[in-house]
């Protein structure tokens, strides 16, 4: 089945705790990206990758790293994540960049305490 | 800058037509997309449009005028399942392909 995972589904920690999301897709998918959802503030793009080794920041990329050493894989990574961190996650990921559908993974909620 | 506006509510009954629409400001245009997301879960792909006109999917349709900077999803037959969060979304120009989405339309179907 053509998808894409993330793990975990939830998370709460505490400030300061390094913590890894990852996401993975089993669509030969060459863009990925990751997006976060605030109440009132709809979907925000974090990071984007346009292929291996090739990545980029989005809108809201303050606090956040990105690594894309495998085509399948796109983990987002918080080294000191913070109460406004506090979010609800979303991988995706679409063929080439300029396709217009992208496929969503199934969210990361993560609490910051 | 880009924005996209969308009412914040709907509310229609089963069986009905309800029709959410969709304005935008954008630098360039490159295609208008309609998302669906039930209750915090994955965003789901619903249609797209690049040109004028009305594209047509099922009981789901969408229509754009880009001199109007405009567009809606027309959603036929309304059934209980079709509660949830609509986003319209304008693809950004250049490298990002970034999906720029509006604040989305929560649409409540009543019996």
Not at chain 1, 19 to 41: F, I, K
Not at chain 2, 31 to 49: E, I, K, M, V
């Amino acid at each position: 089945e053509a998808q894409v995972t993330q793990n975990p589904r939830y998370l709460i920690t505490v400030t300061g705790k390094k913590l890894t999301v990852t996401c993975s897709q089993n669509m030969n998918h060459e863009y990925m990206s990751w997006y976060r959802q605030d109440p009132g503030l709809g979907l925000r793009q974090i990071y984007y990758s346009m292929n291996v080794e090739v990545t980029d920041k989005g809108d809201v990329p303050e606090g956040y790293k990105v690594s894309r050493k495998e085509k399948r894989n796109f983990p987002l990574i918080l080294e000191s994540p913070s109460p406004n961190q506090t979010s609800l996650y979303f991988c995706a990921s679409s063929f080439r960049l300029g396709s217009y559908e992208q496929y969503f993974g199934p969210g990361t909620r993560l609490t910051v305490t | 800058g880009q924005s996209l506006e969308q009412p914040s509510e709907v509310t229609a009954v089963e069986g009905a037509i309800v029709q959410i629409n969709c304005t935008y400001q954008t630098s360039g245009f490159y295609g208008l997309s309609w998302y669906q997301q039930h209750d915090g879960g994955a965003p789901t792909f619903l249609s797209y449009n690049a040109l004028d006109g009305l594209e047509e999917t099922g009981r789901f349709s969408s229509f754009l005028s880009r001199s109007d900077s405009y567009g809606y999803l027309l959603l036929q037959e309304l059934q209980m399942k079709d509660s949830a969060s609509y986003f319209c979304a304008v693809k950004g120009g250049g490298a990002t392909n970034k999906l720029i989405f509006g604040t989305g339309t929560l649409l409540a179907v009543q019996p």
